[in-house]
Nanobody, 114 residues
Framework: HVQLVESGGGSVQPGGSLRLSCAAS????????MSWVRQFPGKDIEWVCI????????TYRAAVRDRFTVSRDNAKNMLYLQMNSLKPEDTAMYYC????????RGQGTQVTVS
């Protein structure tokens, strides 16, 4: 079965940076477009970005474009999210997912910006 394990979250001040990682297993990782999604307390899952299976193309929601960078290493079955210039409104639980809606996602990693 699919297993996605996120790590790298934490607490930072506004303007700070974090790098999230996601280790994937149970899937042929290189055949899947991968997404990062996030969830604010009491809110629905929100799509953040998606990277094509070959890593060449990535798309971001407007609120994070130019601050976040998604990447992947298909040889290691790893997905990453470099987050720069973090804002308090980025505070959320972050998940990697095999779909944009986050239906298949990991346990998440908390990011707190304050």
């Amino acid at each position: 079965h699919v297993q996605l394990v996120e790590s790298g979250g934490g607490s930072v001040q506004p303007g700070g940076s974090l790098r999230l990682s996601c280790a994937a297993s149970g899937i042929t990782f290189s055949r899947h477009d991968m997404s990062w999604v996030r969830q604010f307390p009491g809110k629905d899952i929100e799509w953040v970005c998606i990277i094509h299976k070959d890593g060449e193309i990535a798309t971001y929601r407007a609120a994070v474009r130019d601050r976040f960078t998604v990447s992947r290493d298909n040889a290691k079955n790893m997905l990453y999210l470099q987050m720069n210039s973090l804002k308090p409104e980025d505070t959320a639980m972050y998940y990697c997912a095999t779909d944009r809606n986050g239906k298949t996602r990991g346990q998440g990693t908390q990011v707190t910006v304050s």
